[in-house]
């Protein structure tokens, strides 16, 4: 059970990596094909690792690592496009409730892995923990419109085409530990993301929005981007710890912690530093969040049975 801290730490280091995320693309780094871009490059500082325990993996397992890595490159770029016109705490919870039921698709139809009563159940209480941790808390674009009975399909289908990359990413991330060592297979993936923002950087068009931004980005934004890369890599890294250790239905489902910490961190921000990070906490919201804690704490208490 060793994995369920490390899950609940990686969850903290990627909330704060959310709000911040939130704040540059809103702010500082306004394209998402750039953020996606220099996210995946940076994962070439992994190739440290190589002297560690790096070895060739046979041909369909490189193709699933790098695949993965891929996967994942690609659903930031739909989450970082996501973020930039909703809330981090309402864009986060979209594609954290529907990346879980990808993943139970895959698992169960593809690589025919029984889910078991429990875990069914922890899943079930994360998710609905989630949704209702990420309820409204402003007068954002609301992801459904009553509107000729449409939806909002800037927020909406760019929120679920990241929950399916990611879902992609965390099914062949297990499938890679099931058949090799952490560090070489950590290391593939990784090589994934950079050849990934390698092949953002061949595009014309995303190679002109990238050398521009480049060029006006402030070098205070610099800073803080780079922090907050740090924060995601130690997030990330800690996930995939527990991916190789623990089931990935459940780990990704687990998400909801990850709601929760925004929640308390957007309440610390608005009480004390609310030029920062400002939100609306009514009672009703007030409610919904606790509500949301508490089917959290419930999955746990699944989990542990």
């Given at each position: 059970?060793?994995?369920?801290?490390?899950?609940?730490?990686?969850?903290?280091?990627?909330?704060?990596?959310?709000?911040?995320?939130?704040?540059?693309?809103?702010?500082?780094?306004?394209?998402?094909?750039?953020?996606?871009?220099?996210?995946?490059?940076?994962?070439?500082?992994?190739?440290?690792?190589?002297?560690?325990?790096?070895n060739?993996?046979?041909?369909?397992?490189?193709?699933?690592?790098?695949?993965a890595?891929?996967?994942?490159?690609?659903?930031?770029?739909?989450?970082?496009?996501?973020?930039?016109?909703?809330?981090?705490?309402?864009a986060?919870?979209?594609?954290?409730?529907?990346?879980?039921?990808?993943?139970?698709?895959?698992?169960?139809?593809?690589?025919?892995?029984?889910?078991?009563?429990?875990?069914?159940?922890?899943?079930?209480?994360?998710?609905?923990?989630?949704?209702?941790?990420?309820?409204?808390?402003?007068?954002?674009?609301?992801?459904?419109?009553?509107?000729?009975?449409?939806?909002?399909?800037?927020?909406?289908?760019?929120?679920?085409?990241?929950?399916?990359?990611?879902?992609?990413?965390?099914?062949?991330?297990?499938?890679?530990?099931?058949?090799?060592?952490?560090?070489?297979?950590?290391?593939?993936?990784?090589a994934?993301?950079?050849?990934?923002?390698l092949?953002?950087l061949?595009?014309?068009?995303?190679?002109?929005?990238?050398?521009?931004?480049?060029?006006?980005?402030?070098?205070?934004?610099?800073?803080?981007?780079?922090a907050?890369q740090f924060?995601?890599?130690?997030?990330?890294?800690?996930?995939?710890?527990?991916i190789?250790?623990?089931?990935?239905?459940?780990?990704?489902?687990?998400?909801?912690v990850?709601?929760?910490?925004?929640?308390?961190?957007?309440?610390?921000?608005?009480?004390?530093y609310?030029?920062?990070?400002?939100?609306?906490?009514?009672?009703?919201?007030?409610?919904s969040?606790?509500?949301?804690?508490f089917?959290i704490?419930?999955?746990?208490?699944?989990?542990f049975?």
């Open positions: 059970m060793l994995w369920i801290p490390i899950t609940v730490s990686a969850y903290f280091f990627l909330a704060l990596v959310a709000l911040v995320d939130k704040k540059l693309l809103t702010h500082r780094v306004p394209e998402p094909i750039a953020y996606a871009f220099y996210v995946g490059l940076l994962n070439i500082v992994t190739f440290v690792l190589i002297p560690f325990g790096f060739m993996l046979a041909a369909p397992l490189a193709l699933f690592a790098l695949s890595g891929i996967a994942f490159v690609v659903g930031i770029y739909f989450l970082y496009s996501t973020l930039r016109r909703s809330e981090a705490s309402r986060i919870p979209l594609i954290g409730a529907t990346t879980p039921l990808f993943i139970i698709f895959f698992t169960t139809v593809i690589s025919k892995t029984p889910i078991t009563t429990h875990e069914l159940f922890a899943i079930g209480f994360f998710i609905l923990g989630g949704l209702l941790l990420s309820s409204r808390q402003s007068d954002g674009d609301p992801l459904f419109r009553i509107n000729g009975n449409t939806i909002n399909v800037k927020i909406v289908v760019p929120g679920i085409l990241a929950a399916f990359f990611f879902a992609c990413s965390f099914f062949l991330t297990e499938e890679v530990f099931n058949q090799t060592e952490f560090i070489p297979g950590f290391i593939w993936m990784r994934g993301n950079v050849l990934a923002a092949f953002i061949l595009l014309p068009t995303a190679r002109k929005i990238i050398f521009q931004t480049s060029k006006h980005l402030a070098p205070s934004s610099k800073k803080i981007f780079l907050n924060m995601g890599g130690s997030g990330n890294l800690l996930l995939n710890i527990a190789f250790l623990g089931p990935v239905t459940v780990i990704n489902a687990m998400q909801g990850q709601y929760f910490f925004i929640f308390l961190l957007a309440l610390f921000f608005t009480a004390f609310p030029r920062v990070i400002r939100e609306s906490f009514t009672p009703r919201v007030l409610f969040k606790l509500a949301g804690i089917l704490i419930a999955g746990f208490a699944v989990l049975l």
